[in-house]
């Protein structure tokens, strides 16, 4: 099993910049991905970006491209989601995912952070 624990959400101005980390613990040697994706109010959950797990493979979403960058740090137990010139409409809550064998389908998930973003 995997665990994930999101934090860093909050609010912020248009405009303005936030990172979002998330924890890795258990087996985290048997991750294929990882990735965050986001579901603000009265929508879908939708896939923002992800990484090929201890690689360096990422894809984005085409409205976060140029925007916000996914990355690992050096021992491989963090996820980082930077995003820069944040807009009203990425306000959601974020949740970091893994997979074990998959860009496309996700094993596990984290309890997300609300993210805000003021006009």
């Known amino acids: 099993q995997v665990q994930l624990v999101e934090s860093g959400g909050g609010l912020v101005q248009a405009g303005g910049s936030l990172k979002l980390s998330c924890t890795v613990s258990?087996?985290?040697?048997?991750?294929?991905?990882t990735a965050w994706f986001r579901q603000a109010p009265g929508k879908e959950r939708e896939f923002v970006a992800t990484m090929r797990w201890r690689g360096s493979a990422t894809y984005y979403e085409d409205s976060v491209k140029g925007r916000f960058t996914i990355s690992g740090d050096d021992a491989w137990n963090t996820v980082y989601l930077q995003m820069d010139s944040l807009k009203p409409e990425d306000t959601a809550v974020y949740y970091c995912?893994?997979?074990?064998?998959?860009?496309?389908?996700?094993?596990?998930w984290g309890q997300g952070t609300q993210v805000t973003v003021s006009s």
């Open positions: 258990g087996r985290a040697d048997t991750l294929y991905t």
């Open positions: 995912a893994g997979s074990k064998g998959s860009y496309y389908r996700y094993d596990y």
